[in-house]
C-alpha cells in the first residue's frame, strides 16, 4: 500500500469515527455506491454549499437561483439526448461474471479479479428508470435525472415571463442527482446518488468567451473560498475529440487527490446546444428578444459545473494532517473556519465542578448568539476533549478553569493549528473568535 493509498484509508476510517460519513445500508451490509452523512458530514456540506451560494447568487445581481424537480418528463432527456447516447461501454467477465467500465480498465480483455476473459464491450446506459403512476407502460416511463443541468434549460422560458431579465444571466441550482455507475469508486469521488452545484449562464453568442474567462477566474476564487490548495488545483484544456457533444470549449479543474489527479470542477461553452434542442422537441419558442437591437435568437450558455461530494473530499485531502505536540502525535483536520462544522469548542476543565460547567455554559450561550458552530463538551478529560475537536477540525477551543471564576482572567482560547493557548478577556471573545 502507497504512502496516498494508506492517507485514503485513514481519511475514510477518520470520516466513520468521527461522524462525517457512513456507508449506505451499513447494517444491511452496505450499497456500494451510497453514502450517508452523519453531523459533522452534512454540516460541512452545508458550509460549503452556503459558499458556493454566496459567491455566485447571493453576491450578484445576474443570477437566479432555481430548484427543478429530480424527476422530469421522459421527453427532457430524449431531447437531451440523454435516453439514447448516455452511456459507458460495459464488459463482463466470462468466468466470475463481474462487469467492469472496459474505458478503466489497463487490460480491457482481461479481469482485473480472477484474470478471466472479457466478453465484448456493450454501452450500459446510466440513468436510472422508473414509472410514475399505477401502470407501467411506454408513456409512464421516467427517470432520475443524471444532471441538475436539463432542469434549468426547461425552465428558461419560464424566468423569462416572471423575472425578465436581461442578457447576460444565470440559472444556478443545488440539487440531486443520480447516476447507476457501473464502477463506483475512490469513496465519496464516484457514487451513485451525488448532489451538484451548477450554473447556467445565458449570453449573446459573440460574448461567450469574456463571459467564460471571467467563470475560469471565479472558480479559481471558489476554491480559496473553501481552503484548498491553489498548488493542488490544475487547469486542463479538454482536446476537441475528448469534449462532449454539445460542448465548443471545456476546461477541467483538477485536483490532487490521494488516489491521483482527478476532475473536481468543470467549465463548459455549451452553446446554443440545448435551448435549441428543448425547443424544437418541445415546440415551445425558447429565444430571446433583445430591445437593444430588436432582434430574437436563441443565447448561448456558459455551464460552471460543481459536485458537492468530490469538494468535500478535496477539502477533507487537503485538510487531513498528521503532527506531533508535546512529544505525542496527533491527527487534526486543518479546515478553513468558513467550512469546519465546528468553530468553537467551550470546555469546563473540570466536569464534576458546578461552578466550572455553569460558567462554560454561559459563556457556551453568548457565542452562539453571534457565532454559527458552537458546541458544549465536557466529555473525558481536557487532553481528550482536544484531540476529539482537533479530529473534527474545530479552529479555536474555549476552556473555563478557576481563574476566569476567582480573578475574572478570562478563559484560555488554544489554536488548533498550533496548539499554543492564549487568554483572552471574556468581553473581548466574541470578537476574537469571529470567522
Not at 475537536?389 to 482572567?409: H, L, M, N, R, S
Request: glycine share 8%; hydrophobic share 35%.
Amino acid at each position: 500500500m502507497t504512502q496516498e493509498e494508506t492517507k485514503m484509508e485513514k481519511i475514510i476510517s477518520l470520516c466513520k469515527r468521527r461522524g462525517f460519513v457512513y456507508q449506505g445500508s451499513e447494517i444491511y451490509g452496505g450499497l456500494a455506491g451510497t453514502w450517508d452523512y452523519g453531523p459533522y458530514g452534512v454540516t460541512l456540506k452545508n458550509n460549503i454549499k452556503g459558499l458556493w451560494w454566496k459567491r455566485f447568487v447571493e453576491d450578484r445581481d445576474d443570477m437566479y437561483g432555481v430548484d427543478a424537480a429530480i424527476i422530469m418528463n421522459q421527453n427532457v432527456w430524449k431531447a437531451s439526448g440523454h435516453v439514447s447516447g448516455f452511456s459507458d461501454p460495459l464488459s463482463e467477465c466470462k468466468k466470475c461474471g463481474h462487469r467492469f467500465r472496459t474505458d478503466q480498465l489497463e487490460d480491457p480483455k482481461k479481469c482485473p479479479d480472477c484474470g478471466g476473459v472479457l466478453g465484448e464491450a456493450r454501452q450500459f446506459n446510466m440513468m436510472f428508470k422508473t414509472n410514475v403512476g399505477p401502470l407501467e407502460s411506454e408513456d409512464s416511463i421516467s427517470y432520475l435525472r443524471p444532471e441538475t443541468a436539463q432542469g434549468m434549460f426547461v425552465n428558461f422560458k419560464n424566468i423569462l415571463d416572471t423575472i425578465h431579465p436581461t442578457l447576460p444571466f444565470g440559472l444556478a441550482q443545488i440539487g440531486k442527482a443520480f447516476r447507476n455507475e457501473i464502477a463506483p469508486r475512490d469513496f465519496i469521488f464516484r457514487s451513485r446518488e451525488f448532489e451538484q452545484m451548477e450554473i447556467e449562464y445565458f449570453v449573446k453568442p459573440d460574448d461567450w468567451k469574456k463571459t467564460f474567462e471571467s467563470f475560469v477566474k471565479e472558480v479559481h476564487a471558489f476554491t480559496t473560498d473553501v481552503g484548498l490548495d491553489k498548488k493542488h488545483v490544475h487547469e486542463l484544456e479538454i482536446a476537441d475529440g475528448d469534449r462532449a457533444h454539445y460542448s465548443k470549449r471545456t476546461i477541467d479543474f483538477e485536483f490532487d487527490f490521494p488516489f491521483g489527479k482527478k476532475e473536481l470542477f468543470g467549465l463548459a461553452y455549451r452553446t446554443d446546444f440545448d435551448l435549441k434542442a428543448h425547443s424544437e422537441a418541445s415546440k415551445v419558442d425558447l429565444s430571446y428578444f433583445d430591445e437593444e437591437t430588436k432582434t430574437r435568437f436563441i443565447p448561448h450558455c456558459i455551464e460552471p459545473s460543481f459536485g458537492v461530494e468530490r469538494t468535500v473530499l478535496a477539502v477533507l485531502s487537503d485538510a487531513y494532517t498528521e503532527d506531533e505536540i508535546d512529544g505525542e502525535k496527533r491527527v487534526y483536520l486543518k479546515f478553513s473556519p468558513k467550512v469546519a462544522p465546528i468553530k468553537v469548542a467551550v470546555f469546563p476543565l473540570l466536569k464534576n465542578k458546578p461552578m466550572l460547567v455553569e460558567k462554560a455554559q454561559e459563556i457556551f450561550n453568548l457565542l452562539r448568539k453571534d457565532i454559527k458552530g458552537v458546541v458544549f463538551d465536557d466529555n473525558g478529560n481536557i487532553g481528550k476533549r482536544y484531540r476529539r475537536q482537533d479530529e473534527i477540525g474545530t479552529p479555536y477551543c474555549v476552556t473555563v478553569d478557576f481563574d476566569t471564576i476567582e480573578k475574572d482572567a478570562g478563559v484560555t482560547v488554544r489554536n488548533r493549528d498550533t496548539g499554543k493557548q492564549e487568554r483572552v478577556k471574556i468581553k473581548e471573545l466574541t470578537k476574537y473568535l469571529k470567522v
